[in-house]
């Protein structure tokens, strides 16, 4: 396994999340994340069979470097989460959350796996996404919506001075996107106020890296593992211009930190 890059209160992984969440020896506050969703198109087929920028690519966007793990039919989907589900959960203290993004057709999947993962599932959270940044279905329903499952590692006891988070966030995808499925920061910032300032958020899945830097700037420490070397590095690279106060969106996926 390699050595994490790391900065002020962040670390970041090149790994397979379930292989490195059976070494981790620490316990996190809250797991925030967004796996690959095994899901677009509207066949079987489509979805195990076409690569991702095929599935989620809006129709003339630039194509991003493609990833793995995508490719479950939904059975296996859930077997596969319930696994890293319950690794996570393990590892994360008494109390604490979840928090993971998924979309409509994989929300019973996700929150099946949730709850075989041990984790008690407390509610849902709505990504809305504006109309003009979203696809309209003619004849049907919008289809401008994802989706946050909510669970805890057992009881929820929150702090008197707890917030109570919104239940709807309502942003376009990201623009200048360095990962295909990036999510919204604004989103990620909201998300990590479920822990206190210090807690630390673990992103098995951290892509490139929106929920470490949403914790960073909420001075929340990050651990976030990725297997894809070059979007482990693209997060790492995220991280350091936070850290900078630079722009983090506006850099190409170009990054060298792991290559010798
Ligand atoms: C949906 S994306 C996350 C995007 C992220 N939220 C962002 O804003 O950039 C899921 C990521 O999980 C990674 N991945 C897939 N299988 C993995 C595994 N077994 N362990 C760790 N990362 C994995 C993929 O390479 C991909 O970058």
Redesign the pocket.
Known sequence: MNSPVSGNGWEVHI????L?LERFPGVVDAVI?????SSGGAMRGDRTNQNVNTKYRTSGAPALPD????NRDQRSFAHWCAL?LASARIRTRTGGHLLM?TDWRQLPSATDAVQAGGWVWRGLGVWQKPKGASRPTKGGLWNDTEFLVWATNGPHKPAPEAPCLDGVFVSASPRNK??L???PLEI?DALVQIVPEGATVF?????????GIAAYRRHRSFIG????TA?AAT?AHRLRNAERGAPVNTETAAMTLWQA
């Open positions: 790994a397979d999340c379930l490195w994340t967004d796996p690959p969703y990833f793995t793990g995508d890293w993004f360095v990962h499925t990036e999510k990620l992103d098995p899945f951290a892509g490139s890296g929106t929920t593992v990725e297997l894809d979007m997060a």
